[in-house]
Antibody
Framework: EVQLLESGGGLVQPGGSLRLSCAASGFTFSSSVMSWVRQTPGKGLEWVST????????FYADSVKGRFTISRDNSKNTLYLQMGSLRAEDTAVYYC??????????????WGQGTLVTVSS | EIVMTQSPATLSVSPGERATLSCRAS??????LAWYQQKPGQAPRLLIY???TRATGIPTSFSGSGSGTEFTLTISSLQSEDFAVYYCQQYNNWPLSFGGGTKVEIK
């Protein structure tokens, strides 16, 4: 059974940093393209970032480029999102998701349960 | 950036009736279009990809059509478990983008 389990969310002050993790199981993580997608009540679903199976290619939404870094450790079956210079508008539930396709930038066939990030003073 | 627009925002349907949801892209996305279902407190669930291919385990009551800029998700006969929010997503171009969602509620 495919499982994606996010952790690391919480309350952080504006300008602060946070690292999210996503532990994967039930599939060949090292062969899978992975992504982060976030959801806010006001703006719905927003794609954040994608990383290729090897980690050699990364893609970011303009809204997070230069502030967030996606990475992965295939030996630990874990995906990460390092978030910095956090703003109130980054407040959202962050989902880890597996890309359905073999190449980067497709649809998402498995999602984690999400972790809430709240940016507030 | 490709903007995805869904209509209507809310659709009121009686159980057993047919529901038709629309998604429009601001420029052509070919058939690189997916549909998701989301229930309260849950993550989205992939229903359709390639505009018309059902994902694994998705019942035949769900069907997708369209290409280019106009897409439709049809639920042939609404069951109680189908009342949810539905999102479309394009993956033809970076950045990947989602529509604002259509809430299907019980009439």
């Amino acid at each position: 059974e495919v499982q994606l389990l996010e952790s690391g969310g919480g309350l952080v002050q504006p300008g602060g940093s946070l690292r999210l993790s996503c532990a994967a199981s039930g599939f060949t993580f090292s062969s899978s393209v992975m992504s982060w997608v976030r959801q806010t009540p006001g703006k719905g679903l927003e794609w954040v970032s994608t990383i290729s199976s090897s980690g050699g290619s990364t893609f970011y939404a303009d809204s997070v480029k230069g502030r967030f870094t996606i990475s992965r450790d295939n030996s630990k079956n874990t995906l990460y999102l390092q978030m910095g210079s956090l703003r109130a508008e980054d407040t959202a539930v962050y989902y880890c998701a597996r890309d359905h396709g073999a190449v980067s930038g497709t649809q998402f066939d498995y999602w984690g349960q999400g972790t809430l990030v709240t940016v507030s003073s | 950036e490709i903007v995805m627009t869904q209509s209507p925002a809310t659709l009121s349907v009686s159980p057993g009736e047919r529901a038709t949801l629309s998604c429009r892209a601001s420029q052509s996305v070919s058939s690189d279009l997916a549909w998701y279902q989301q229930k309260p407190g849950q993550a989205p669930r992939l229903l359709i990809y390639g505009a018309s291919t059902r994902a694994t385990g998705i019942p035949t009551s769900f069907s997708g059509s369209g290409s280019g800029t106009e897409f439709t998700l049809t639920i042939s006969s609404l069951q109680s478990e189908d009342f949810a929010v539905y999102y479309c997503q394009q993956y033809n171009n970076w950045p990947l983008s989602f529509g604002g969602g259509t809430k299907v509620e019980i009439k």
